[in-house]
């Protein structure tokens, strides 16, 4: 098979992604091999391709939100499934035994210690797919995989009730999925982002207001979700937060968060980072996706672009979610 392989992390500039023949790879014991129709990019992938992230694997294939057919394994063939970030988990440490698998002590994350889906077939566990609503088709289901569930995440431990004012500030592919669902709760939006065409983006999908990444939305907000994974605004966002407020950090990685002072976290605002998720996150996110619908704004790239969409991704020049598809 044919895939995106990353030789070494460099700048993705550099193309540090190959196209090239490698292995197909082989289920083991409760694995389905799938062959992908389309991966959504995620910033994430970034972070491994330019080693932000530390290798994990050799030569990985990245890639973690992708839509695929079963070829083989314990699934029926031809079953649609969506594979993500989190892999697998060991399932016996105090994590997997407490209702926490996204915290697991032993976890695999597809596209960083295992292959992903930049390429033409994967394997993943028959137990950590999920089946794709047939509400989406291939490329609008993929960046529901990640920037979905990651979102969705975020939101469930933001706390939000009805009426509640919620900000986001970052506003890509996890932002524009999470802006439908808070909609769908009755909750009302004030999205921060350095991007003009992102800020319009989040006024179409109901959002009450839009600024420049720092700006101070016109209300003080219930919680607040940061998808840039930019430090040096976390002491705004929390500015913006009324007393008890919650700020939900929603990134993997994040340049380091200048200090402040005290009295911006002071009266019981909290901070809180999110770590993957688990698969009722996932599940509980997907059934919701399909009940609103929500419509995830894509731009496709064919599959042995992943340089190019990458590329794309990192300056911001992405509307909605990047997916690479396979022709
Ligand atoms: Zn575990
Ligand atoms: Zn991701």
């Not at 197909?24 to 990019?41: D, K």
């Not at 989040?202 to 600024?211: S, T």
């Not at 937060?241 to 009266?267: T, V």
Request: proline share 8%; aromatic share 6%; with cysteine.
């Amino acid at each position: 098979m044919r895939a995106c392989v990353l030789k070494a992390p460099a700048p993705v500039e550099s193309g540090p992604l190959e196209w090239i023949e490698t292995p197909m790879p082989e289920p083991q014991a409760g694995e389905v091999l799938i062959r992908v129709r389309a991966c959504g990019v995620c910033r994430t992938d970034l972070h491994v391709v330019e080693g932000e992230l530390p290798v994990r694997r050799p030569h990985v294939i990245p890639g973690h939100q992708v839509v695929g057919i079963v070829e083989s394994g314990p699934l029926p063939a031809g079953t649609r499934v969506g594979v993500p970030w989190l892999h697998r988990t060991c399932g016996v440490c105090e994590y997997c035994r407490t209702a926490r698998e996204n915290l697991c002590d032993r976890p695999e994350f597809t596209g960083w210690t295992v292959n992903g889906g930049y390429a033409e077939y994967l394997v993943a566990p028959a137990d950590f797919v999920y089946p794709i609503p047939d509400q989406f088709d291939d490329i609008a289901a993929a960046p529901l995989l990640c920037a979905g569930i990651i979102g969705f995440r975020c939101l469930r431990l933001a706390e939000l009730s009805n009426g509640a004012r919620l900000g986001l500030y970052g506003f890509g592919a996890a932002g524009h999925v999470a802006i439908q669902i808070a909609r769908h709760w009755g909750v009302d939006v004030y999205v921060s982002t350095r991007e003009v065409k992102h800020r319009k983006l989040a006024l179409e999908l109901g959002a009450q207001w839009a600024g420049a990444a720092d700006e101070e939305p016109p209300v003080r907000l219930d919680a607040a979700i940061m998808f840039a994974p930019a430090g040096e605004l976390v002491p705004p966002s929390l500015h913006a937060l009324k007393k008890g407020g919650r700020l939900i950090l929603g990134g993997i990685h994040m340049s380091a968060i200048p200090s402040f002072s005290y009295e911006l976290i002071y009266q019981e605002r909290m901070m809180r980072s999110v770590a993957n998720n688990t698969r009722d996150d996932g599940r509980e996110f997907l059934r919701i996706a399909a009940q609103i619908p929500v419509h995830t704004q894509t731009e496709t790239f064919p599959l042995r672009e992943g340089n190019r969409a990458l590329q794309t991704l990192k300056r911001d020049g992405v509307r909605g979610a990047a997916v690479l598809v396979a022709v």
